[in-house]
């Protein structure tokens, strides 16, 4: 099991990014899919039509959000996002731990390039 740990700064204040990570209409505006979110801990929910699964662990309003995703029948991996103010917006911290060996790779890969790099865009073009 391997960690990822991964910076994205955001041309766009805390309180911005917050709510594009935890309203599933904003949620769906950046992934450009089916989304299932509810911001209440111990709600299951789904990004990507399923392609991420989990359940949301803990929200701390425009500072932080933890949830647990799923990797088939391995042990949950606890994604971490921590958003911190910075003078051209918002860096966000994007951490995540138990990422099996296997699927490191192409998961990060598609991290950086889906998950951050949709934000990245989304509040690029707004």
Do not use: C
């Amino acid at each position: 099991m391997k960690d990822f740990k991964k910076y994205q700064p955001l041309p766009a204040p805390p309180d911005e990014v917050y709510l594009a990570l935890t309203k599933a209409q904003s949620i769906q505006l950046w992934t450009g899919a089916e989304v299932e979110f509810t911001e209440e801990p111990n709600t299951e929910f789904s990004f990507w039509d399923g392609d991420i699964v989990g359940k949301n662990l803990e929200f701390e309003p425009n500072k932080k959000i933890v949830q647990q995703w799923y990797f088939g029948d391995g042990e949950p991996s606890i994604v971490t996002i921590k958003l911190h103010p910075d003078g051209k917006g918002t860096s966000l911290e994007f951490r995540q731990t138990n990422i099996p060996d296997e699927d490191f790779e192409d998961f990060t890969e598609g991290i950086q390039e889906y998950f951050l790099g949709g934000l990245a865009d989304f509040f690029e073009n707004e």
